[in-house]
T-cell receptor
């Protein structure tokens, strides 16, 4: 029972480089989310997808794009990485208003 | 604006002690409250979900209560063990795919 799987687990980027974080869930949930976790700031919502085919901005969407590829997969793209995007990124899934399940996180460093 | 506060920020107890972690929120208009555990360098693991209509939920040595009117939830851990050492986060779902997280209580259980 994999739950929510994120890749990669670690990544180092140079300023200006791009990358895509992948997320997949096997619980048949409609809703998926991308958060970032920073010391002293807690967890903040970047983007979410209420259902397949829809995406919406969260609290801190600037500098990011997302794609809900299908019901299972929700990717997060950094087009031009900046040091301020150094963070731990978490993907989560749930049914609307239901229990949320998180992936193991991607630790991203932008130098 | 909904705010979630967890006190204390850190707690150290001897093994075997029963303990209570606190979570307070400023707006009682919530749909549910969820408690998570986060181990260092890992993702969030769901412990308990309490719907707004419920007063408490139990899982093994864990018991979570919810008092919506006073904006409080407590997580009770019975007979604590060193393996319970982790950061515990509470989160309230306010609707519209918005979940507000507390900063967490870092628990250390001494053997």
């Amino acid at each position: 029972n994999a739950g929510v799987t994120q890749t990669p687990k670690f990544q180092v980027l140079k300023t200006g480089q791009s990358m895509t974080l992948q997320c997949a869930q096997d619980m048949n949930h409609n809703s998926m989310y991308w958060y970032r976790q920073d010391p002293g700031m807690g967890l903040r919502l970047i983007y979410y997808s209420a259902s397949e085919g829809t995406t919406d901005k969260g609290e801190v969407p600037n500098g990011y794009n997302v794609s809900r590829l299908n019901k299972r997969e929700f990717s997060l793209r950094l087009e031009s990485a900046a040091p301020s995007q150094t963070s731990v990124y978490f993907c989560a899934s749930s049914e609307t208003g239901g229990e949320a399940f998180f992936g193991q996180g991607t630790r991203l460093t932008v130098v | 604006k909904q705010e979630v506060t967890q006190i204390p920020a850190a707690l150290s107890v001897p093994e075997g002690e029963n303990l209570v972690l606190n979570c307070s929120f400023t707006d009682s208009a919530i749909y549910n409250l969820q408690w998570f555990r986060q181990d260092p360098g890992k993702g969030l693991t769901s412990l308990l979900l309490i719907q707004s209509s419920q007063r408490e939920q139990t899982s093994g040595r864990l018991n979570a209560s919810l008092d919506k009117s006073s904006g409080r939830s407590t997580l009770y851990i019975a007979a604590s063990q060193p393996g319970d050492s982790a950061t515990y986060l509470c989160a309230v779902y306010t609707g519209g795919f918005k979940t507000i997280f507390g900063a967490g209580t870092r628990l250390f259980v001494k053997a």
